[in-house]
């Protein structure tokens, strides 16, 4: 994986991912998906945006270098994988939605339950987190440098495959259409419209 495929603006990195992989090596050993659904957001004129109101402690990952690890927790309860793109100092990056497990199923099965069915162990951003292990320890791992969170080119996808539309349970700028993902595949989540979206006009 080459960082000049990473160092553009979030929504036009975010379709290039489906297909890469996404490794994390734990002591419990290692488990790797094949990213199939992305959300791309933007820093401060994205209102759905962790970066939207400006750099703090928590979101200054998100500023750059392009290919390092964005992790919070969602809710409380999940850690979700974001991967930083653009340029340097502006925030910029790329959510893993979903992913299809290649490697280390059992593992992944381990942590996700037994009876979750192989399409839905890393179907949705916080079991993305949880099938690989990714916890706040990870935030700002390079993802390039061959450490224990790594990107990697996967095989190619076909342009006809990739479909966009708005993101997932998001209440401000909801409908942009910065959500990508791979028609008919069975890792990718359901749409979910948030109760508190807000009509917007956008990107």
């Not at 960082?3 to 603006?9: A, G, I």
């Not at 036009?12 to 488990?31: D, F, I, S, W, Y």
């Not at 979700?80 to 199923?105: H, Y």
């Amino acid at each position: 994986m080459n960082v000049d495929l990473l160092s553009h603006p979030a929504e036009e990195v975010a379709p290039k991912l489906l297909g890469c992989v996404l490794t994390c090596k734990t002591p419990e050993g290692a488990v790797s998906i094949a990213i199939t659904e992305t959300e791309a957001y933007s820093g401060t004129a994205d209102p759905a945006s962790h970066a939207y109101r400006g750099r703090t402690d928590r979101n200054a990952t998100m500023f750059g270098p392009a290919g390092h690890l964005y992790v919070y927790r969602s809710h409380g309860l999940h850690w979700c994988a974001n991967v930083v793109t653009g340029t340097d100092g502006i925030a910029s990056g790329v959510l893993i939605r979903a992913g299809r497990v290649i490697e280390g199923e059992a593992l992944a099965r381990k942590r996700r339950g037994e009876r979750v069915e192989s399409p839905r162990l890393a179907r949705g951003p916080g079991n993305v987190g949880q099938a690989l292990g990714i916890t706040a320890e990870h935030n700002g791992a390079d993802l390039l440098a061959g450490t224990s969170v790594m990107l990697s080119e996967g095989k190619p996808v076909p342009a006809a495959l990739i479909r966009i539309g708005p993101r997932v349970g998001v209440s401000e700028a909801h409908d942009w259409q910065h959500r990508f993902y791979l028609a008919g595949d069975p890792t990718v989540s359901a749409y979910r419209l948030s109760p508190r979206a807000k009509p917007t006009t956008g990107a």
